[in-house]
Structures are given as C-alpha cells and as structure tokens.
C-alpha cells in the first residue's frame, strides 16, 4: 500500500507543522513549562487514541479482514538511559524524529543537519548493538 | 506563532485530535503501528550490513517506514507551500534571540543534537510517537518509562540552557 502509507505520513506531517509539535519555540516552552500547547496535543492524542486501541483490538480485524494485532514494545534498561539521550537531543534540536522530517520539508535547512546527525546515531547504536543488549538487557538478535 | 511563517498554530486539541486519527486510520486499514524513530533503521538498512539492520521484522517494515518519513517530509513541505510559499530559511526563533548563533554553528549544534536523538530513540525502542503516543494509549511499561525519561531529560536540558546559562527567562 505505498500511497496509502505516503499519504498517512503527509497527513501526521502536516498536522506536525501546523499544529507547533514540530516549532523550535514550542518545543522550548514545553519543556520550559510556558506553554500548554504540545501537552494539549499529546494528551488530546493519547486520550483519543487509546480508546481507538481498545475497540480495534477488540474487533481483531484490520479493514481487509486481516488479523490485528498489536506487540507491545519490550521493556528494558535502555528505555530509561535511551530515553534520557533521546530528551537531551529533543531539547537541543527543538525537534523529535517526525518532526526532523517535518522541518526539513519546511524548508528548514538546519534540520539536515539533525538528520544527518539522528542517522549516524542510529547507525552507531547498530553497530554496538550486540555489547550494548547484554548491559542493557535490550533483545538479543 | 509559528517559526514557519509566522502561521498562527492550530488548536492543540486539533492537533491531537488529529494525530489520533492518523494513528488509528494507519492501524485500521493496514495494521500498522505507528512509530517514526524506527524509520531511522529502515534507512540505514538500506546502507549497512551490520546484523542489527538485517533482523527479519526491520526487513518486513522497512518499506512501510521508508514510505510514512518520505509522507512526512512532503506533509512539511506542503504546510509550507500552502502557508505562504516554500522558502528554505535558517530561522529559528528563540535560539536566534538568545544563542544567536549562524549558520555554521547550528548545524553543529543540530548534528550533535541529531545523534543523542539517533543514538537514544533506537536504544529506548522508540520516540514520541511510537513510545509516547501509542506506547501510552496502549498502557505499556516501555512507553510510560521511556517518556517519563525523555520528558525529564528535555525538562532539565532546556533549562539548563535558557534559564540558568542564558538567564533568557
């Protein structure tokens, strides 16, 4: 379904970039605690999509009638540590992974550079996966 | 106000409830779920050959997730066209007013920013969507933990920044 997913991404994209999830200044405010805006929107999205979770795994059938169902991601040490990294790069680019697309496709031209930068990171994770999964109890490949 | 353009910002409950939507439309129609920093694998697969980036579930996605990121630089790049015209531009609001930093200097700053990001959201098992968004909708642990996690760190980061060496606030 290549349009279908290029078109879900336009859309989350567009919402991104209008609604301020993907605006240097308002990523700022909220973690400055200044402005309510990205709150309101991770905790309109959290508390409409949860109940949108319980039904469709309920029904257990994707519009095609194919089986639905949903993994749930694994819990381990690198959540925390991974996740205190990842905060740290939110803050100083203004942007998380979406939104690093988002403002690339804006025409921000720093955002290359937090592209290029999240890519060699991921490369690297995968690189030193294999040390990194035993401190970590990360999944073993 | 938006940096772009200096749009007035949506709503936050339209935003919301429009992230909602895509989430549930993605799952509904393809089973999909939704997470953006596993994109970041998907396109180093195409490049590397460590053992990491050949994991058959990676290889299953990685279309899918290629797909959604190139949808997600168009979504920006039509946000802007519509909102008064696609003009690449350096602006970045306040880190303009109180780093004041050129060129040259964000994109160092955005490159080491970009790693920590990199590094961090494949070693949590996600980012604000896949984590945040759907991890929380769908009570889970992992989800709960790592945005507690990368919610402090940013806290503590941007304050650290703006409030105690630049005393902008």
Known sequence: ?141 | MLITHHLLAWPWALGGAGVAFVTLLLLFVSGRRLGVSGGLDAVCSYALRAPYFQLRGLLDARSFRAQFLLGLLLGGFLSAVLGGGFSPSWDMGIFDQFVGWGPMGKVAWMFVGGSFIGFGTRMAGGCTSGHGIFGISHFEGAGLVSTLAYMGAGMVTTNLIYRVVLGAF
């Open chain 1, 1 to 141: 379904m290549p349009f279908f997913y290029i078109l879900c991404g336009t859309a989350f994209g567009f919402v991104l970039s209008r609604s301020g999830a993907a605006d240097y200044d308002m990523v700022q405010g909220m973690f400055l605690l200044t402005n309510v805006q990205l709150y309101g929107i991770i905790g309109t999205a959290v508390v409409l999509t949860a109940p949108g979770l319980w039904l469709l795994e309920k029904h257990g059938k994707t519009l095609f009638g194919k089986k639905l169902t949903i993994e749930t991601k694994p819990r381990h040490k690198g959540n925390i540590v991974g996740g205190v990294l990842f905060g740290i790069g939110w803050s100083l680019t203004g942007m998380c992974p979406g939104p690093i697309l988002v403002n690339v496709g804006e025409g921000k031209l720093y955002a290359l550079a937090a592209l290029a930068g999240a890519l060699v990171g991921a490369a690297l994770f995968g690189k030193l996966y294999a040390p990194l999964a035993k401190k970590l109890g990360l999944p073993p490949i």
